[in-house]
């Protein structure tokens, strides 16, 4: 199953690297954003293997890892092979944050701490954690204060402010760096936007121009050009995020676009080699994180991988009523045989209800 995976695709290093970004030595300066109930540590691992420079953890609860819940401890499993990697907590103020820090911490190592600053969902704002805290600088600074000691580079996850409020991106970001911060990523929309519109790859600029070398850009990368779009306007990373599950291949077509030597096949990759990565990285998940992760990874990718491929409704829709990995991976071995065969007429009626909406 190691047959592509093992190219070491991620120690491939783009001219002027390897380097310290934030504190943290990298082989390159696309990244991996977290994302909640997607970056565990298989999806990790995988896409590290696939050539990105850092991996983060999704957002963990600072006050849930101090409550002892056993699920959120669960978040911070990792496999050596993905360092450099960053923990991502989440918390409303100083307290919590160092008292989830320290547990965190005892459990395994990390290479940076960065505070979620960014999330909009009001599960997380309704507490004053995540862009709530965007309201309030004089916490947000103090949060980044009492983290320093812990010895690590600590980052921060914001969004752009809206027009209408009392402090520029800008000043919030200087805010933090003064307290210490060693590295800002910026989401180019505001909480308000939650992920919706298009990310303002102007806004971020701002505030790469003012902070050289210190900002991380966010928002809308799809394809490679996307992601090279923000260098050029001054970004000295990017977060690969949704666009990691559209295109498996985001990772090595980017470092291609930025002088990398990356094997011809990883650039236009036939349906074997796709099929057996899916395969691949299914097998991880489902041996680490269990048969639901494995399916829902699964099936979002297929929705993706075989994209312009004739007969390829055809294999959705199956991956969408497969109910265990076996079946998935059954899928994912014949699919040459659902491809070829004529087109069945699948109705609204023959799927569970949810199921069709998920990929249409
Ligand atoms: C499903 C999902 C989960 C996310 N979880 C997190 C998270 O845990 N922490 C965080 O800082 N951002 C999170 N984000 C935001 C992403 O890291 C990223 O900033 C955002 O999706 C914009 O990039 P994109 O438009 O290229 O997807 C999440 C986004 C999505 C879609």
């Not at 704002?125 to 600088?137: D, F, H, V």
């Not at 011809?264 to 080699?273: C, E």
Request: net charge positive; charged share 25%.
């Amino acid at each position: 199953m190691q047959k592509y995976i093992n190219k070491k695709l991620d120690n491939n290093k783009p001219e002027g690297f390897p380097k310290k970004i934030g504190g943290v030595m990298v082989y390159n300066p696309i990244w991996l954003a977290p994302l909640a109930g997607i970056t565990f540590s298989s999806i990790r691992s995988f896409y590290k293997a696939m050539g990105v420079g850092l991996v983060h953890t999704e957002m963990i609860s600072a006050v849930g890892l101090y409550r002892g819940g056993r699920k959120t401890k669960e978040l911070l499993n990792g496999k050596e092979d993905e360092h450099p990697v960053a923990l991502q907590l989440f918390a409303s103020n100083s307290e919590d944050i160092v008292r989830g820090a320290e547990i965190a911490l005892n459990i395994r190592k990390f290479d940076a701490i960065e505070v979620n600053m960014a999330c909009p969902m009001p599960k997380v704002t309704k507490r004053g954690s995540g862009s709530k805290l965007l309201e309030n600088p004089y916490e947000a600074a103090n949060i980044i204060k009492k983290l320093k000691p812990f010895g690590l580079p600590v980052w921060s996850k914001i969004r752009i402010m809206p027009k209408k409020s009392n402090i520029t991106t800008c000043d919030f970001c200087e805010n933090l760096f003064t307290a210490g911060a060693d590295y800002i990523f910026v989401h180019g929309r505001t909480a308000a936007e939650k992920y919706g519109g298009i990310a303002s790859r102007n806004d971020v600029q701002e505030v790469a121009l003012r902070f050289p070398g210190l900002i991380g850009g966010s928002g809308d990368c799809y394809t490679a050009e996307n992601i090279i779009e923000y260098f050029d306007k001054g970004c000295s990373t990017v977060l690969a995020a949704r666009g990691i599950l559209r295109d498996a291949f985001l990772i090595p077509k980017t470092l291609k676009l930025l002088g990398c030597d990356v094997p011809t096949q990883f650039m236009d990759p036939d349906m074997d080699m796709q099929t057996e990565l899916l395969l691949e990285l299914g097998h991880s998940i489902y041996n680490t994180e269990g048969e639901s992760s494995a399916l829902m990874i699964s099936r979002r990718m297929l929705a993706a991988l075989f994209k312009g491929f004739p007969g390829v409704v055809q294999l959705r829709r199956r991956g969408a009523l497969v109910r265990t990995w076996l079946e998935m991976e059954d899928l994912l071995i014949n699919w040459k045989d659902i491809l070829l065969q004529p087109e069945v007429q699948f109705t609204k009626e023959r799927f569970p209800r949810g199921i069709v909406g998920e990929f249409e």
